[in-house]
């Protein structure tokens, strides 16, 4: 049977593929939430827990430890700086932070109906340091239909996963690097009521938690930071 499925799946066009498994991640949501009811309080900082986003179809686990992630693919450099913390506020060493993008045309590496099979780009995780930090260098996102902007991130703690999520661009830098002719398609339309995932919610409380801090540093390039705290 999973041989029989993999075939149809290599022959299904994007697409469709996303728009017959999609419903099934929003089921998913906030099952998180429902089992640890603590996810829900704010941390001993009055900061919120982190909250969950489904990994959605792309995710593989790559075994790829590197900060760098890009391998040579064509964007606006982008540099992400994680702090994992626990509800005490305290760093958290040894945190493996493990994420993964689209590229500029919205396409992800290593599946075949993205036409990029055994590709690795835009891949990869790094473990955090005493300060529970770690950092990436990648591209900025480009963006895909249904979905708002947004980069893929898990979060595993002692060899158990303790967060799947999304982090999310600030509007005005988004339309900024989307001027540029490295991202073809432009401006991404989906509101955050319109996307495909956070649709679900009333408000978009979910999207503004998940909200990534973005800055520029002296020659202009990128830094987006976020603080993710673990129940």
Same mark, same amino acid.
């Given at each position: ?11 299904? +066009?994007?697409?469709? =593929? ?6 099934? =991640? ?14 829900s309080l704010p941390t001993a900082c009055g900061d919120p827990i982190t909250p969950p986003v489904p990994e959605g179809p792309f995710y593989k686990d ?5 900060? @760098? ?9 982008i540099q992400y700086v994680f702090k994992v913390e626990d509800k005490n506020c305290r760093p958290i060493k040894g945190a493996i932070v493990d994420i993964?993008?689209? +590229? ?18 835009? &891949?990869?995780?790094?473990?955090t340091n005493e300060m529970g930090e770690c950092k990436f260098s990648s591209i900025f996102p480009g963006w895909y239909d249904n979905r708002i902007t ?17 982090? =999310? =661009? ?28 956070? &649709?679900?919610?009333? @408000? ?12 520029? +540093? ?14």
């Amino acid at each position: 049977m999973r041989d029989i499925y993999h075939s149809q799946f290599l022959k299904m +066009d994007r697409n469709k =593929f996303l728009s017959l498994i999609g419903l099934s =991640f929003l089921a998913t949501a906030f099952s998180p939430l429902r089992k640890n009811p603590e996810s829900s309080l704010p941390t001993a900082c009055g900061d919120p827990i982190t909250p969950p986003v489904p990994e959605g179809p792309f995710y593989k686990d790559e075994h790829l430890n590197r900060i @760098d992630i890009t391998e040579g693919k064509p964007g606006t450099p982008i540099q992400y700086v994680f702090k994992v913390e626990d509800k005490n506020c305290r760093p958290i060493k040894g945190a493996i932070v493990d994420i993964w993008q689209c +590229d500029s045309h919205g396409q992800y590496s290593d599946f075949a109906v993205e036409n990029s099979a055994s590709q690795k780009w835009l &891949r990869g995780f790094q473990q955090t340091n005493e300060m529970g930090e770690c950092k990436f260098s990648s591209i900025f996102p480009g963006w895909y239909d249904n979905r708002i902007t947004h980069l893929h991130a898990k979060v595993n703690i002692n060899n158990q996963n303790m967060l799947t999520t999304n982090f =999310f =661009f600030p509007k005005e830098i988004e339309q900024e690097v989307y001027s540029s002719s490295l991202y073809p398609k432009g401006p991404n339309p989906v509101s955050v009521l319109q996307d495909l995932e956070l &649709r679900v919610d009333k @408000d978009t409380k979910r999207h503004d938690t998940l909200l990534m801090k973005v800055s520029k +540093d002296k020659k202009g390039n990128l830094i987006a930071s976020y603080t993710i705290s673990i129940a």
